[in-house]
């Protein structure tokens, strides 16, 4: 089959879903592979590269799309990209299935299966395809980064001729993925780090990370805010009154607060409030990786950098993994092609759809004329 892969038509995207690389993985697959000419240039990979790699450089998205089999590609399709889609045609990216009714819908009537990335269930085996993950990862670290470049001081302390620097505090909200991304980053940087979150059973993780786990003086905390299959779920108010009580305590203290927390299906929760904000210190920054969620900050402003009167940086941005677009697609491109390993069971260049396989059924969202969304839930955990 071939494999195409267009250049991303949203704004600001840097990232791309196929690399020389893995490209080289899924011909060895019994697969070709198509890129339409310049998909790859903002990530770090020109047409020359994908061509040593064997991949077909196409001229136009629609000869991309007319000619390929399995389109890969990173954000939501465009509506103009759905209605390129085939009879038979598989699409396999993000697409928002749960908030994207009207596309599904034309997907289906279309006659094309598509595969979204972001329903590739959370299980051991499918680790390898789990875009959301190597997504997070990458957010949670340049959270770090875009905080420290803000920060103008060392987040290490240091004993120079010129004087004795403080290690700065970094307060990171919410240990997921990319909560133990920026903690992992923190530290390694040398910054004091405290992280909280509302599963007690990610204090482990935290500290063996060399940061601090930052416990609330809340009896039911065991019980309170506890995941519902390894997620959180919604605290109760006089969970969150004590935990908004440390972290008042808390914002006077910290110069960086990275926020990382998220409830599956929610808005996020409103954890900063604008009385934190006014007690930082000037000069202090705050990371929402929340904002696309509504932010956990009240003052975040999604995809801008803010400065308060009391000179706090908030920053709101959302494009965190196409900033780092050649790690992104470098991870991304490897999560596709592991999905593909998966649908090329016999590695001879012929997918075989298995809608009986639990990761294959859980991430495809049309197929067959239909729409597949949502699935059933999986039974191998
Ligand atoms: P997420 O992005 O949904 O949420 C981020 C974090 O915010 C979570 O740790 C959550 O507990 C926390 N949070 C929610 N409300 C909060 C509050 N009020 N205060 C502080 N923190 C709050 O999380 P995620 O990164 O997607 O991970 C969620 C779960 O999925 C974890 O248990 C993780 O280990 C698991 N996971 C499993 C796999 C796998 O097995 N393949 C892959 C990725 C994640």
């Known amino acids: 089959m071939k494999i195409g892969t267009p250049k991303e038509v949203l704004e600001g995207e840097n990232r791309v879903a196929m690399t ?5 993985q899924l011909q060895k697959l019994g697969h070709s592979c198509a890129i339409e000419t310049g998909a790859g240039v903002r990530a770090g990979f020109s047409d020359e590269a994908y061509q040593e790699a064997g991949v077909e450089i196409v001229k136009t998205a629609a000869a991309l799309w007319k000619n390929s089999d399995i389109i890969a590609k990173v954000r939501i399709p465009t509506d103009t990209e759905v209605k390129r889609l085939s009879e038979g045609q598989t699409l396999i990216s993000f697409f928002n299935p749960g908030g994207n009714e009207k596309q599904l819908k034309m997907a289906a009537d279309k006659g094309a299966t598509v595969v979204a990335m972001e329903m590739v269930p959370r299980i051991s085996r499918a680790q390898k395809m789990d875009a959301l993950s190597s997504m997070a990862n990458i957010a949670g670290y340049r959270a770090v980064i875009e905080a420290s470049n803000n920060f103008g001081r060392f987040f290490t302390g240091q004993i120079t001729a010129a004087g004795k620097v403080p290690p700065a505090k970094v307060l990171v909200v919410g240990a997921g993925v990319a909560g133990l991304a920026a903690i992992g980053t923190s530290t390694s940087l040398g910054a004091i780090t405290y992280a909280f979150d509302v599963r007690p059973e990610v204090a482990e993780q ?7 786990f930052v416990y609330l003086d809340f009896e039911e905390e065991a019980k309170d805010g506890a995941a519902t299959g390894g997620y959180a779920s919604v605290s109760s108010p006089e969970f969150r009154e004590a ?3 440390k972290f008042r305590e808390l914002a006077p203290e910290v110069d960086i607060v990275i926020t990382t927390a998220l409830i599956p299906n929610r808005e996020a929760p409103e954890l900063w409030t604008e009385d934190m904000v006014a ?4 000069g202090s920054v705050i990371v929402d990786l929340a904002a696309e969620k509504g932010g956990n900050c009240k003052l975040t402003v999604m995809d ?6 009391n000179g ?3 920053i709101g941005y959302t494009d965190f993994p196409s900033r780092m677009a050649a790690q992104a697609s470098t991870l991304y491109a490897t999560n ?3 999905m593909m390993t998966d649908l090329t069971p016999d590695k001879d260049g012929v997918v075989n759809h298995n809608m009986e396989d639990d990761v294959i059924r859980g991430a495809t969202v049309t197929h067959d004329h239909a729409v597949t969304f949502p699935p059933p839930p999986p039974k191998v955990a």
């Open 304 to 309: 801008e950098k803010i400065v308060t009167d």
């Open 312 to 314: 706090v940086t908030i």
């Open 336 to 338: 596709i092609r592991h």
């Open 279 to 282: 007690s930082m210190k000037r």
């Open 20 to 24: 020389p690389e893995s490209a080289l």
């Open 243 to 245: 935990q908004l009580a």
């Open 206 to 212: 935290v500290e063996s990370m060399g940061a601090e």
